[in-house]
């Protein structure tokens, strides 16, 4: 099957700082999202980005789905963007069906004060 | 206030027992999905369901039971036949299965 690979699975930063979060996926995809899953177990939904790049407030994504990768910058991070953070993306093969999501093992935020 | 509910928060499970941990939405959505997150671990798929009266096993189905009887309504049984029943438990949903999708707020599973 599919596979989804994120980097680096842990990073620390200080309060301020920026980081890019990758995500690579081994066969072609129409569907890719963005997640952040708070301290709490909370999972929000950040991105829904099969191609191209948006921006929503100090996040932004961009992924190139034809060199089969995404990324998720973080500006001015917070000590509230502390989580882990996981892409997942869904397989555009004819015979992929309607099968669910493919999501990786997720990248350890935590931004220290 | 739409979204998905997830219920109990917290809940025990004694040796031999069978628990269900429900999961409702409000959100007119077709599929629904049921994931378990071990300690520090991604997103496993137990089963999910694109329509109403119809499931799909997931990567991990062995030990658990689902029903979709009505749309809105997708609770998942842990059975005794799961013997590490102990994880975060997630439920999902999106309007149709490549849609956005979005998550309840979880069921921690412990076993007494």
């Known amino acids: 099957g599919i596979q989804v690979e994120q980097s680096p699975p842990d990073l620390i930063l200080q309060e301020g700082a920026n980081s890019t979060l990758r995500c690579n996926f081994s066969d072609s995809v129409n569907n890719l999202q963005w997640f952040h899953q708070n301290p709490w177990g909370q999972l929000i939904n950040l991105f829904y980005?099969?191609?191209g790049t948006k921006q929503n407030g100090r996040l932004s994504a961009t992924t190139v789905a034809t060199e089969r990768y995404s990324l998720l910058y973080i500006s001015s991070s917070q000590t509230t963007d502390s989580g882990v953070y996981f892409c997942a993306v869904h397989l555009s093969k004819r015979n992929s069906g309607n099968t669910p999501l493919v999501f990786g093992k997720g990248t350890r935020l935590s931004v220290i004060a | 206030d739409g979204g998905i509910t997830q219920s109990p928060k917290y809940l025990f499970r004694k040796e031999g027992q069978n628990v269900t941990l429900s999961c409702e939405q409000n959100?007119?959505?077709?599929?629904m999905y049921w994931y378990r997150q071990d300690p520090g671990q991604g997103l496993r798929l137990i089963y999910y369901?694109?329509?109403?009266?119809?499931?799909q096993k997931g990567d991990i189905a062995e030990g658990y039971s689902v029903s979709r009887e009505k749309k809105e309504s997708f609770p998942l049984t842990v059975t005794s036949a799961q013997k590490n029943p102990t994880a975060f438990y997630l439920c999902a949903s999106s309007g149709r299965p490549n849609e956005k999708l979005f998550f309840g707020s979880g069921t921690q599973l412990s076993v007494l």
């Open positions: 959100l007119n959505h077709d599929a």
């Open positions: 369901s694109q329509i109403v009266n119809d499931f």
């Open positions: 980005i099969p191609s």
